[in-house]
């Protein structure tokens, strides 16, 4: 077994020493292990959780917490290793449902104090796994107006009579109409009741939306092309812009007011100071697997694996390009991976503008 970068943090008042832990045919775990409190400062007997209701019953205390299935495995640990080491470490007995059987963790001991930091134990771990899953919805505008797909629609037919022959340029690399989108945000819903919370979360942005777009559609342009990288001969994502009509900035603020709310609630990670706006047209991950969807991340092709393609025929002639306009009247919660009978994502939740 190695060992991998140590480090000490601070949760909550206390130090834990945090190690990458990488055994053969196993996969990376994360280990927190608890230094004692701060120096000249005694665990009190009275410590309850940030979050969680520590009860009192006949046999001491029990605190019972939320957490989806899919993140047993990483507080139960190699047989059954990281379990008994919280336990032992904490003097605490920690339950947890079978694999599959969405319930509760719940955690019983002796002192509350005890029950206290084996909660705080199993949060830590439990977070630093659950940034590693893959998202499984995002924060999406559709495209998938039938004037804008007519207008994708002539661009990729016109693209291909006349670039076809630029490197790296061919039909497999076109987004499908059915899903034309921009992303606001990417989340990693484990179980229904994170999908729950999420719609909640979701609807107590409709007001705030409302006030914003006046309780009115947006009407929105979608007019020109644009690359993500610096080399217009090396590029694997092209994507047309998305502009309000009458020349505010009002999408652009929208997005970021949903981001920044979802953020606070937990839910999403910010990657980016404001959200970019951009629809993608052409991407070069879908291009050796058609499952793999645009909607903000790398998706699972390594950026080694990509075959970029030439735009510089594309951005010369197409530049200015003239999808179409149409009216935005709603965020979806869109599932990754999903159709609905429209063929856009199937959606979990949404709001109005109007």
Known sequence: MEVLRPALININGRIYRRNI?????????????????????DLA??????????????????????????????????????????????????????????GQ????????????????????????????????HFLSFSLSDPKIQEGFLRFKDEVLEQCSQDRGVDESIFQNPAKLHLTIGT??????????????????????????????????????????NDDPAMVDVLYAKVNMKDGSDKLQVIADRLVEHF????????????????GTVMNTLFRKDSTVEDTGSQGRQPMSEREAFDARNILKIFR???????????????????????????????????
């Open 320 to 354: 200015a390009h003239r999808f179409g306009e149409f009216e935005l009247n709603t965020v979806l919660l869109s599932q990754r991976y999903s159709s609905d009978c429209t063929g856009y994502y199937s959606s979990a939740g949404s709001i109005n503008f109007s």
């Open 21 to 41: 832990i990488k055994e053969e045919n196993y996969e990376e775990e994360d280990d927190f292990s608890y230094m004692g409190p701060p120096e000249s400062e």
């Open 187 to 228: 989340l990693a819903l484990l179980n229904e009741m994170e999908v729950r919370k999420a719609c909640e979360h979701l609807q107590e942005c409709q007001n705030v939306i409302r006030d914003l777009t006046e309780g009115k559609p947006l009407p929105l342009e979608v007019k020109g092309i644009e690359y993500m």
């Open 45 to 102: 007997d009275d410590e309850t959780c940030d979050t969680n209701f520590i009860e009192q019953t006949d046999k001491g205390y029990r605190c019972a917490i939320d957490i989806p299935s899919v993140l047993y495995k990483y507080i139960i640990g190699k047989k059954g290793e990281t379990r008994r080491r919280l336990e032992f470490d904490t003097k605490t007995n920690i339950s947890i449902p079978k694999p599959g059987v969405e």
């Open 263 to 278: 953020v606070s609630a937990g839910l999403m990670v910010r990657e980016w100071d404001r959200v970019k706006l951009h």
């Open 105 to 136: 963790i719940v955690i019983t001991g002796s002192h509350k104090a005890a029950v206290s930091s084996a909660v705080t134990r199993v949060e830590v771990l439990v977070e630093s796994f659950r940034k590693k899953q893959p998202f499984t």
